[in-house]
């Protein structure tokens, strides 16, 4: 068992390192919590570990002896005083205040504390002789801030991946944090190093921590090979690498894309109206031209927000209402609805409005319901939009009737530039294009249901805090819902 102690430290160390020289501005202090916090290992491996091992084979010379002896005293001296104060820093510049010189002011102030209560023991207690209670209360605070720090920090950030690896962060140290606290902070009452043996009062809860650091460092690892861990990311950084060389594609890339949709509504339009004019419906007509300048608007204000042919996609939000968006989608479409003999049906379970970039919102559900048009035969079907108020998320479904998708293709339709459609005029950027919008609102995009030949339900999940329901609308409530259905166009 006494070599699970050469494991722990070395384990964290190892990961403080590794955490330091790939990114090392933005991990020191993660990569200092996790030295200091591997100083108690390594202080109770000397004793119990290493002192055992070369005794016995007559190397322990009494320089060796009299330097291993210090060294553990002083790691331990570093875990009691610089562990707290490393966690809380840890924290605090993962993101928890935004300037860099509060930051900076922030964490002098924080290191006066430590080396006041260090210096306190250095000048009135034995230099390997440690009473926890005189500085448990100070050691106490410092995780408490710690855990708030890391909560700002992850309630502070925008950016979807970013905020998913804060939270990652967060739990691991708050959790690995807590746990010595709890068993080291609180459990020892005092511990006295000697040359070679000490004395330790605690409940002995302490002896657990093996089986807590060594889970948290193999989380680390997990989530280092599935995700990314602060920078080192051996998926997700290969993910956002491809981002980024996406990025001086993409942006023309979704700027075709949207043109070739639109320019087949111009079409559907253009044909209607010359309809209306030969047949000498000159008000349908008047209607119909009205319909195509809302599509150019459209185009024009989507081809001014798509900057320099590279940007990432930036978010304009308001607050716009949920049946204005969807009639927005639906109206244009109509005169293609109507030549496919479409059903379109709208249940509204609540109504409201909702915060969002209602340009890049619109997109995206013209390209979902326009997904839906292409799977449903010339023979009609139907179109259904549905919104849907749960817990966590306020939920916009787009469900069809049409083909489905094979199971075999799930896991690429995401992709960008596969597309399952067979003709020159898609380019496979239109459930990608969807997915970056959703993850920049703070939601997620899924595909509830899509069975071959029974047709195919996605649905866009969005942050309940982005639904806000009116207070003219508030008299309603979950048991009476309110309905809104649209027939046919």
């Avoid at 996605?458 to 008299?475: D, K």
């Amino acid at each position: 068992m006494n070599l699970f102690y050469i494991l722990m430290f070395l384990s964290m160390w190892t990961m403080g390192v590794v955490l330091l020289v790939f990114n090392r501005k933005a991990n020191l202090w993660i990569s200092l919590t996790l030295l200091t916090g591997g100083m108690a290992s390594f202080a109770f491996s000397i004793h119990l570990t290493i002192i055992p091992f070369i005794v016995p084979r007559g190397w322990l010379s009494p320089v060796l002896s009299f330097f291993l002896y210090e060294l553990s005293v002083a790691a331990m001296t570093v875990y009691f005083y610089l562990f707290p104060f490393t966690a809380c820093m840890g924290a605090l510049w993962l993101g928890a205040v935004r300037s860099t010189k509060r930051r900076a002011l922030i964490s002098v102030l924080l290191f006066i504390p430590a080396v006041l209560v260090w210096g306190h023991h250095y000048r009135n207690e034995p230099w390997a002789s440690f009473e926890i209670s005189h500085f448990r209360i100070w050691a106490g605070l410092y995780f408490l801030l710690s855990f708030v720090l890391y909560g700002i920090a992850f309630k502070r950030e925008k950016e979807f991946y970013t905020k998913k690896n804060k939270k990652r962060v967060g739990v691991i140290f708050t959790l690995g944090t807590l746990f010595a606290f709890v068993t080291d902070f609180l459990g020892f009452r005092s511990l006295t190093m000697r040359e070679w043996s000490f004395e330790l009062e605690s409940n002995g809860a302490w002896k657990y921590n093996v089986i807590v650091v060594l889970g948290l460092v193999a989380v680390i690892i997990f989530y280092l090979v599935k995700n990314g861990f602060m920078g080192i990311k051996l998926r997700i950084e290969r993910e956002k690498m491809d981002v980024s060389m996406r990025a001086l594609t993409m942006g023309v890339s979704i700027l075709n894309h949207s043109i070739k949709n639109e320019i087949q509504k111009i079409n559907y339009l253009t044909e209607k109206t010359t309809g209306y004019i030969h047949s000498g419906q000159s008000d349908k007509s008047l209607q119909s031209m009205e319909q195509i300048h809302s599509v150019t608007a459209h185009l024009l204000d989507m081809v001014g927000r798509i900057k320099d042919k590279a940007d990432d996609i930036v978010l304009s939000e308001t607050q716009v209402g949920i049946k204005e968006i969807i009639s927005a989608v639906l109206q244009p479409m109509q005169p293609l609805l109507e030549s496919r003999s479409i059903r379109v049906a709208v249940t509204q379970e609540e109504d409201g409005e909702l915060i969002c970039d209602t340009m890049h919102l619109k997109e995206t559900l013209s390209n979902l319901v326009q997904n839906a048009v292409d799977a449903m035969d010339t023979e009609g079907g139907t179109l259904t939009l549905r919104t849907v108020r749960a817990k966590r998320y306020f939920i916009i479904e787009v469900a069809d009737t049409g083909c489905g998708i094979p199971k075999d293709q799930l896991g690429k339709i995401f992709e960008p530039f596969y597309t399952t459609k067979k003709n020159p005029y898609n380019h496979g950027l239109g459930l990608s294009y969807c997915m970056s919008v959703m993850r920049k609102h703070g939601g997620k995009l899924t595909i509830a249901s899509a069975e071959s030949e029974r047709g195919t339900t996605v649905m866009l999940h969005f942050p309940i805090q982005r639904f806000v329901v009116p207070s003219e609308l508030n008299i309603y409530t979950p048991s009476t819902p309110v309905i809104r259905s649209i027939n046919r166009f």
